[in-house]
């Protein structure tokens, strides 16, 4: 049976990003369970409808990827109580059609939303704004568990690389096997029945 495709989308560009390394502790938590691959996107412009079509070139390999991945795992931070820019364009140009044919590539895709912060919310409320943009693009969320990790500083080892709490660590573990569950269920829905 073919592995179950995970695209992690990380909404920080910087090298060193706690959600980053936070994805990458999720994709050692699933293992070879599944395929899990970051989605790098720093080379996507901003969105400008003047240069919407023909797609350029990083858009084109994004929506690529997308399309090609079974579900989206989004890793966010907060920036000022909101998930950052960087995201939401990515995001937009996700959500244009790519002909006249075919749906945009996240239309219908199962999700499921992670983030780590330094302040106390934990990014829940920029996960709140994430869920709501999500929805709107009609794809399919998993809002329960929800991984919310405040206070960054407090999970680092001495070189500064983020090693989670046992409880986080439990938190994105329970998460992670929540997420294969609902994708599994979605899979059942849609294997054709036999009459
Ligand atoms: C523009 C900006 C706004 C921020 N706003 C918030 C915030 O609202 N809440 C919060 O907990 N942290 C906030 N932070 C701090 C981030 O939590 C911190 O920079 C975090 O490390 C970013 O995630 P990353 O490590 O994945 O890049 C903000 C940082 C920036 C650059």
């Known amino acids: 049976m073919e592995k179950i495709k995970i695209l992690a989308i990380v909404g920080s560009l910087r090298k060193g990003?706690?959600?980053?390394q936070l994805a990458l502790i999720a994709?050692?938590?699933l293992g070879d369970r599944v395929d899990f691959k970051l989605l790098e996107y720093y080379d996507v412009p901003l969105m400008n409808e003047d240069i919407e079509f023909p797609a350029p070139e990083p858009v084109k390999r994004v929506r690529e990827e997308v399309k090609s991945s079974d579900v989206i795992w989004f890793?966010?931070?907060?920036y000022n109580h909101f998930f950052p820019g960087v995201l939401k364009n990515l995001i937009d140009w996700l959500s244009r059609p790519v002909n006249d044919e075919e749906p945009p590539v996240i239309d219908g895709k199962p999700a499921a939303i992670s983030g780590i912060s330094?302040?106390?919310?934990?990014?829940c409320?920029?996960?709140?704004h994430l869920v709501t943009l999500l929805s709107f693009l009609n794809m399919d969320i998993m809002n329960h568990p929800k991984v919310t990790i405040p206070h960054?500083?407090?999970q680092l080892d001495s070189n500064g690389k983020l090693t989670l709490k046992e409880e986080s660590y439990s938190y994105l573990k329970e998460q992670a096997n929540a997420f294969l569950d609902f994708i599994k269920r979605r899979k059942c829905l849609c294997t054709p029945s036999e009459d």
């Open 75 to 78: 890793f966010t931070p907060e």
């Open 17 to 20: 990003s706690y959600n980053r």
């Open 27 to 29: 994709k050692d938590i």
């Open 152 to 154: 960054a500083t407090e």
């Open 125 to 128: 409320i920029a996960q709140d």
């Open 118 to 123: 330094l302040g106390m919310s934990g990014t």
